[in-house]
């Protein structure tokens, strides 16, 4: 343990009997959760961030929607400039939603997305108006305890798994590790492309001190990149100034390493909130080297895209394009056919 995060010790002291009065107040049923006869399904984490849920839940919507069922998700709407309950419509923007649940939208056709801080009445509010849901994905509301999910997805990071973590600030454990018992399902995310089998016990042993679910393995898996906001075709051998806007960018640099000659990253806060300022400051680098802007391509996540779209024009005026790389997850086969069987006979029988 670091000497900084000996320091940060009382802080996270109090933080845990926070978490412990809480805990025990639902646990006790002072605090009342509820729990629906129909099929609710949460992704989240005990960590803050970055752990991939995003491409977890795209993962669920497709495997719902290619059995014929017809998901919906709720989110909080992280950064949102509303407030309260709402919908996603063709009009809604990143401000309006949040990021996330505009890419949901965006990428799912006969999909209902809602947003609500209060999941008890956001479930209520997206049922009686998208009638025809057959499961709720809840996206981010693992700590949320006030809504039992009858099936909860913990996902952790291979590199950053929570059993190495400490409560926050001196980590970034929203809850104590006893909070994965919550879990029917823990995913181990953003693998290598391969893990050896002693190595996957070794994980599933440290885990399983914790809580008894079974344990998959996901990687990411990158799509072709594309133009956002036109046609022009991304050009492998120009350079990449790649515009993020998310927790981790280790993962996205590596990939695009692989199929560019040079990166530069401009890194912004998670879920950061663009500005035209922002874009300008980019823009000006660049020309202060005295580089010919041709020479890059300009990429970006899906989630950021999502915040970077009202500024079509501001691209179109400077003639540059704004590329996107797509992401989602895979599991080896045992492992997907594992869990994907758990998920339909969930909902199959809720």
């Not at 108006?129 to 099936?151: I, N, P, S, W």
Request: hydrophobic share 45%.
């Amino acid at each position: 343990m670091t000497f900084f995060r000996l320091l940060l010790s009382p802080f996270a002291l109090l933080y845990a009997c926070i978490v412990a009065v809480r805990n025990f107040l639902y646990r006790t049923k002072i605090y009342g959760s509820i729990r629906y006869d129909f099929p609710v399904i949460c992704v989240g984490n005990l960590s803050a961030g970055g752990t991939g849920k995003t491409p977890h839940v795209e993962y669920l919507i497709r495997l719902l929607q290619q059995n014929n069922l017809v998901p919906a998700t709720l989110s909080r709407g992280y950064k949102r400039k509303t407030a309260g309950f709402v919908f996603a419509t063709a009009a809604s923007t990143a401000d309006d939603i949040g990021d996330e649940p505009l890419q949901y939208f965006s990428k799912f056709q006969n999909i209902s997305v809602a947003v609500a801080e209060n999941r008890v009445m956001g479930i209520a509010v997206l049922l009686a108006h998208a009638l025809q849901t057959d499961v709720v994905l809840l996206d981010d509301a693992f700590q949320h305890r006030a809504v039992e999910a009858g099936f909860n997805l913990l996902i952790t990071r291979y590199d950053a798994l929570f059993t190495q973590d400490y409560l926050m600030p001196m980590g970034l454990l929203r809850e104590f590790r006893s909070g994965a018992n919550r879990a029917q399902a823990i995913v181990v995310s953003k693998c290598p492309d391969f893990i050896s089998s002693e190595e996957k016990n070794k994980i599933a042993a440290n885990i399983h001190q914790y809580c008894d679910a079974p344990i998959f393995f996901s990687r990411i898996k990158y799509g072709t990149v594309f133009n956002f906001f036109g046609e022009t075709n991304f050009d492998a051998q120009k350079e990449i100034v790649f515009i993020s806007g998310i927790a981790d960018n280790t993962v996205p640099e590596k990939y695009l390493k692989t199929i560019s000659p040079k990166v530069a990253i401009v890194s912004f806060a998670d879920h950061h909130r663009y500005y035209t300022t922002d874009l300008e400051m980019i823009y000006r680098t660049i020309n202060n080297e005295k580089r010919n802007w041709n020479e890059f391509n300009l990429v970006t996540t899906e989630k950021d895209a999502m915040r970077l779209k009202p500024f079509q024009h501001w691209f179109a005026a400077k003639n540059l394009s704004l590329f996107v790389l797509p992401i989602e997850i895979e599991f080896e086969k045992n492992d997907k056919e594992k869990l994907n069987e758990m998920i339909l006979n969930f909902v199959k029988t809720e």
